[in-house]
C-alpha cells in the first residue's frame, strides 16, 4: 500500500496570507490527525477526522481549521498567518482511532516571513 | 493532568552498544497502547514498538525492547546492537484516554557514533 502523502512538501508565505495543506491517508483509513512540530514546543496535535467529522481537536486558535473528504483525504487552513505558525506540519493516518498506531506523513515545511 | 516525560532531550552511544531511552507517564486509563516512534532525520516518523497496557510480557521488535512498568508507569525503550541508521529522534507517546487524541513527550535525540 502506498503511505500517507503530504503536499505541498515545503511553502513560504508572508504574514496575513492563508494556506492549506493537504493529506492523503493510507488506503482504508478513516482516521486522520494533524500535528504541529516546532522546535520549542514538540509535537502538539490540532484535530482528528474520522467520517468527514472533527473527532477531536487540540488547543489552537480557531485560524487552524480543517475538513475530511469522503475518500478519507484531508486539508487543513491555516488563516491569517504569524510568524509564529512556523513549523513542521504533520497528517497521520489510522484506522479507526487515533490512539491505534498511526502512520505518518513526510511533513509539509511551512515558513512564515 | 495527564503527561508523558523524557528526561533524556540528547543522548550519544558508540554503534553496537546497548541504549535504554526513558519514558515516564500520567495516565487514568487501564487498556490502552503506548508507543515509541522514531523520527529520522529524513523527518518521517515511524513506529518502532507498540506495547499493550493490559500485557504484562514486554513488547519486542528485532533490536527494539521496551520495559513497561505498569504500577510504575514507566515505559523505556532499549535498542540492542545499535546502529548508524538508530540515530534519531526518539519520541514517546500514549493516549489520553481511549477515544481521544495521542501526547507526545518532547523527544530523545539519539546519536550513534562510528
Known amino acids: 500500500k502506498a503511505g500517507v502523502t503530504q503536499t505541498p512538501r515545503y511553502l513560504i508565505k508572508t504574514r496575513g496570507q492563508q494556506v492549506t495543506l493537504s493529506c492523503s491517508p493510507i488506503?482504508?483509513?478513516?482516521?486522520v490527525s494533524w500535528y504541529q512540530q516546532t522546535p520549542g514546543q514538540g509535537l502538539q496535535f490540532l484535530f482528528e477526522?474520522?467520517?468527514?467529522?472533527?473527532?477531536n481537536k487540540g488547543n489552537f486558535p480557531g485560524r487552524f481549521s480543517g475538513r475530511q473528504f469522503s475518500n478519507s483525504r484531508s486539508e487543513m487552513n491555516v488563516s491569517t498567518l504569524e510568524l509564529g505558525d512556523s513549523a513542521l506540519y504533520l497528517c497521520?493516518?489510522?484506522?479507526?482511532?487515533?490512539?491505534?498506531?498511526?502512520?505518518f506523513g513526510p511533513g509539509t515545511r511551512l515558513t512564515v516571513l | 493532568a495527564q503527561t508523558v516525560t523524557q528526561s533524556q532531550p540528547e543522548m550519544s552511544v558508540q554503534e553496537a552498544e546497548t541504549v535504554t531511552l526513558s519514558c515516564t507517564y500520567d495516565?487514568?486509563?487501564?487498556?490502552?497502547?503506548l508507543f515509541w516512534y522514531k523520527q529520522p532525520p529524513s523527518r518521517q516518523m515511524i513506529l518502532v514498538i507498540r506495547?499493550?497496557?493490559?500485557?504484562?510480557q514486554n513488547a519486542t521488535e528485532n533490536r527494539f525492547s521496551v520495559n513497561f512498568q505498569k504500577a510504575a508507569k514507566s515505559f523505556s525503550l532499549k535498542i540492542s546492537d545499535s546502529q548508524l541508521g538508530d540515530t534519531a529522534m526518539y519520541f514517546c507517546?500514549?493516549?489520553?484516554?481511549?477515544?481521544?487524541?495521542?501526547?507526545f513527550g518532547k523527544g530523545t535525540r539519539l546519536h550513534i557514533l562510528p
Open positions: 495516565t487514568s486509563e487501564n487498556n490502552y497502547y
Open positions: 497521520a493516518s489510522s484506522l479507526i482511532r487515533s490512539t491505534d498506531t498511526q502512520y
Open positions: 507517546a500514549f493516549p489520553m484516554n481511549r477515544d481521544d487524541k495521542i501526547i
Open positions: 477526522y474520522f467520517s468527514e467529522t472533527q473527532r
Open positions: 506495547q499493550e497496557a493490559y500485557k504484562q
Open positions: 488506503s482504508g483509513h478513516r482516521s
